[in-house]
């Protein structure tokens, strides 16, 4: 039974906290992938509790030791296939779906009734000019998707299209090395979330595995993995919600232990980014802390977010609570993510009097109506984001409602209990 939270900020908007953040879900589910791809003579360390992270190690060990070979699987089998539910974990849906087709057996991937509406068309097209045995078990382009393992290796090079996800390009990227003739991929359009796809490459190139980036040309021999641990660092995405408490506070010092500033996760540039909202961050012994600047802000203008669209939701909201007339550009993918991100912040900024209109793929923030009720209740349309993006407003709201708040599981599972730490108080609503 879902469960609302009620969260408030009594007294003093005086943050002074020090947050312990789970590792990168990102890094997470590559290491996985990696360290399954390389039959475990890849190890991982810092595994993040996140759900998303939690579901793909589960699937990995129940799979058993990659083989292209055996295909021997204990996972239960509907007629002949053995049934993946990754239920709403993208990256797992995606690296998943490379990794199966390279892997002996027979296969139905499937996730969640929005898994079901997010496009895999590109990639599952890519896998088959490659050689994959690829059917759409329902409709066409979208999972759930039938694979009949292993491929059986036509061509090295393949066209792929790189402004729709990045996550189709990692996925690929991954089991290339394993391939009797490796791969090389044609980047075609501008390629998006870019940062994501640098992550895959560095993270290959910690266990051995060299690449070339010429132009739009990404290649990748056939070639074994070194052994070797992939370190997980904490998660940048999720330090973003501090940065927006940070920013809606009064006064505020948050310690983020063990993040870095120079990190392989794209999110990191929400340190350069929070400038202008007057947040200044430094490199501690243990990691980074956040402070609120006595500074004023800088001014709007237009900010791209191609680079990082999981944290649109956290700037675009505290734009708005700080009421800022800013225009974002670079939010094409978020139609596509856990829920249409878009329409969803429409929706409830809507509720603090604040507009969200695009015109030629530009946003722009309307914030002359912006007003703070004594209580909102936002809808979280099955999004971790929306709840962790819109629960910081309860330090300008006297209470705010998140609703279904186990959605922050999928990245974030103590995010509640983290504000706690920090002062909020957060009631658990039926
Ligand atoms: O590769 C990854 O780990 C991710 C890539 C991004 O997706 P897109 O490439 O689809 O933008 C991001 O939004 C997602 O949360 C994680
Ligand atoms: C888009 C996200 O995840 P995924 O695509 O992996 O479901 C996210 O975490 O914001």
């Known amino acids: 039974m879902s469960k609302n939270a009620l969260v408030s900020f009594k007294g003093n908007k005086n943050i002074n906290t020090e947050i312990q953040l789970t590792g990168s879900k990102s890094e997470c589910n590559r290491a996985l992938i990696i360290s399954a791809l390389s039959k475990n003579l890849v190890k991982v360390e810092n595994l993040s509790n996140a759900a998303d992270t939690v579901t793909l190690n589960g699937i990995l060990n129940k799979l058993g030791v990659w083989s292209d070979e055996s295909g021997e699987s204990s996972e239960p089998q509907t007629q002949d296939s053995t049934l993946v539910d990754v239920g709403p974990a993208g990256t797992a849906m995606r690296f ?35 050689g994959a045995d690829i059917t759409y078990a329902e409709n066409e382009g979208f999972p759930p998707l039938t694979i009949n393992g292993p491929l059986n290796q036509k061509t090295s090079l393949v066209k792929i299209k790189g402004d729709v996800s990045s996550q189709y390009i990692s996925a690929l990227l991954m089991i290339a090395p394993t391939l009797p003739q490796g791969l090389t991929l044609e ?66 010092e948050i310690s983020l232990p063990a993040l870095k500033d120079k990190s392989l996760q794209g999110d990191s540039q929400i340190q350069k980014i929070m400038k202008i909202f007057g947040i200044a961050t430094s490199k501690t012994e243990t990691g980074i802390s956040l402070e609120k600047s006595k500074a004023p802000l800088g001014a709007g203008g237009v900010l ?21 007339n800013m225009a974002f550009t670079g939010l094409e993918t978020l139609k596509i993510k856990e829920t249409d991100r878009i329409a969803a912040l429409q929706n409830e900024l809507a509720k603090i009097g604040v507009t969200l209109t695009e015109d030629d793929l530009v946003y722009t923030l309307n914030t002359d109506e912006l007003h703070f009720p004594d209580k909102i209740t936002i809808a979280t349309y099955e999004d971790h984001r929306m709840a962790m993006a819109f629960a910081p407003l309860a330090l300008l709201i006297n209470e705010v409602e998140i609703e279904e708040m186990q959605v922050v599981e999928k990245s974030y599972p103590y995010f509640w209990e983290d504000l706690k730490k920090a002062g909020f108080s957060v009631e658990e609503q039926r």
């Open 187 to 252: 980047i075609e359009g501008e390629l998006t979330s870019k940062p994501y796809v640098d992550m895959t490459l560095e993270m290959l190139t910690e266990v051995g595995i060299q690449h070339s980036w010429n132009g739009n040309l990404i290649s990748i021999a056939p070639q074994s993995f070194q052994s070797g641990t992939l370190v997980v660092e904490p998660d940048w995405s999720a330090a973003s919600y501090w940065y927006s408490i940070a920013a809606l506070a009064e006064e505020a």
């Open 304 to 324: 791209d977010l191609k680079t990082c669209p999981d944290l649109a939701q956290t700037i675009i909201v505290i734009a708005a609570a700080l009421g800022k």
């Open 96 to 130: 998943l779906s490379a990794y199966l087709s390279a892997k002996n057996g027979n296969f139905l991937l499937t996730g969640t009734e929005r898994m079901k509406q997010r496009p895999i068309g590109i990639l599952a097209e890519a896998l088959k000019t490659i």
